[in-house]
């Protein structure tokens, strides 16, 4: 069975430009969930998507969106990139999101460098 | 809303010595806790989650993490730790309706 997919996996842009980022999740699974890691603040909750619907949401600005896809795929973007947008973007998948005691899935995730 | 705090940013212990990792969380509702691990270079992996009964949660490869509802801790602990363990340690709680929210994370370093 095929784990999380998230591509590309490295990522270099300049201030200013946007970006998209993809992530493709196991297969049967319905949700998606994407977080900004950075050294010193962990993983920080960016948004979750069930069924193409986003369920939650992060506090992020608006810069910041997303979408999932009939198939459950997702992609984020990013807008009017900043040096501080630098981070590790990681994707994860459940199954779905009614049950609390679900478990999340991680991909890889995509390195992104802002210059 | 739910929030997670992890104590201690780094952790450094010698091979084979015992190890804590703490977690502290929030919150006003009943919420599930999970430890995940984040070996270099890859993604998360979960290692063990308390959702109800025993208040003991094992793992297979040898980590117990104790819930402890009056103190709202969730500490993970190993009595014997491998240079394999270096890797850093996720905290995590979700609650109803909620997303997983993470703490910063505690890098384990483990040397010989």
């Known amino acids: 069975k095929a784990g999380v997919t998230q591509t590309p996996r490295y990522l270099i842009k300049t201030r200013g430009q946007q970006v998209t980022l993809s992530c493709s999740p196991i297969s049967g699974h319905r949700s998606v969930s994407w977080y900004q890691q950075t050294p010193g603040q962990g993983l920080q909750f960016l948004f979750e998507y069930f069924s193409e619907t986003q369920r939650n949401k992060g506090n992020f600005p608006g810069r910041f969106s997303g979408r999932q896809f009939s198939n459950s795929r997702s992609e984020m973007n990013v807008s009017t990139l900043e040096l501080g947008d630098s981070a590790l973007y990681l994707c994860?998948?459940?199954?779905?999101?009614?049950?609390?005691?679900?478990?999340?899935?991680f991909g890889q995730g995509t390195r992104l460098t802002v210059v | 809303a739910q929030s997670v705090t992890q104590l201690d940013s780094q952790v450094p212990v010698f091979e084979e010595a015992p190890v804590e990792l703490r977690c502290n969380y929030s919150?006003?509702?009943?919420?599930?806790l999970f430890w995940y691990v984040q070996y270099p270079n890859q993604g998360l992996q979960l290692l063990l989650k308390?959702?109800?009964?025993?208040?003991l949660v094992e793992s297979i490869n040898g980590f117990e993490a104790e819930f402890n509802k009056s103190q709202t801790s969730f500490h993970l602990r190993k009595p014997s730790v491998h240079i394999s363990d270096t890797a850093e340690y996720f905290c995590?709680?979700?609650?109803?309706?909620?997303?997983?929210?993470f703490g910063k994370g505690t890098t384990l370093s483990v040397s010989s």
């Open positions: 919150s006003s509702v009943s919420v599930y």
């Open positions: 308390y959702l109800s009964g025993s208040t």
């Open positions: 994860a998948s459940s199954f779905d999101i009614q049950s609390m005691n679900t478990e999340a899935f």
């Open positions: 995590a709680v979700r609650g109803p309706g909620t997303a997983l929210i």
